[in-house]
């Protein structure tokens, strides 16, 4: 019997998984774009080149839906369907490059305040699930509790230490930072779905 990949370590992601515009939930020249980016780094935080992240978050009005068939290919053009440089997915798929890093263009979240993340990588025999907080750029007297980041059950059941490892810095207007460390001091908080 031929062993599975869940029975192996990879990585399997070279053919059909990473796609072009893969980390484009919008396209970049969107004037609501926000841009997240950052690296994967092992314990000994050394880069990560082969690792592959999907994201996943609802549109800015909190619609989980997303585009139908963005993973599809169109059979009129050879492109994604979904991916027509206009419609928010909801989706982002990226491959790191040799230095470990990785670049997503997407919209902030509605009704909550984070994208969830996905995380695939060498040595991993199941992948990772975290998330990435996006800190409010304008803070709001009267905020939403649905985008406060103190009243998010999650962060406020951390230690502060493990809970700035789920919270990206923003590094300037509309672009964000989060690195991803699979072990080591600086850990990513992980979530563990059953």
Same mark, same amino acid.
Request: charged residues 15%.
């Given at each position: 019997m031929l062993p599975t990949p869940s029975q192996t370590v990879g990585p399997f992601y070279g053919y059909a998984l990473p796609f072009p515009d893969g980390g484009a939930t919008v396209p970049a020249g969107h004037p609501d774009a926000v841009v997240v980016h950052g690296r994967v780094l092992d314990g000994a935080g050394e880069p990560v080149p082969d690792a592959l992240i999907e994201f996943w978050q609802p549109a800015p009005d909190g619609d989980r839906r997303g585009a139908p068939g963005s993973l599809r290919r169109d059979q009129t053009t050879g492109g994604f369907a979904g991916r027509d440089g206009?419609?928010?997915? %909801?989706?982002?798929?990226?491959?790191?490059?040799?230095?470990?890093?990785?670049?997503?263009?997407?919209?902030?979240?509605? %009704?909550?305040?984070y994208l969830s993340v996905c995380v695939f990588a060498r040595g991993l025999l199941h992948h990772l699930f975290t998330r990435v907080y996006l800190p409010d750029p304008d803070p709001d007297p009267n905020p939403n509790p649905a985008s406060d980041l103190d009243a998010d059950p999650l962060l406020a059941s951390l230690p502060a230490r493990r809970r700035a490892t789920l919270v990206a810095a923003e590094t300037s207007a509309r672009a964000y930072r989060f690195d991803i460390h699979l072990q080591g001091e600086k850990e990513t908080v992980f979530l563990d779905f059953r």
């Open positions: 206009h419609t928010f997915t %909801g989706f982002a798929r990226v491959a790191t490059d040799a230095d470990g890093s990785w670049t997503v263009h997407t919209l902030r979240p509605g %009704g909550v305040p």
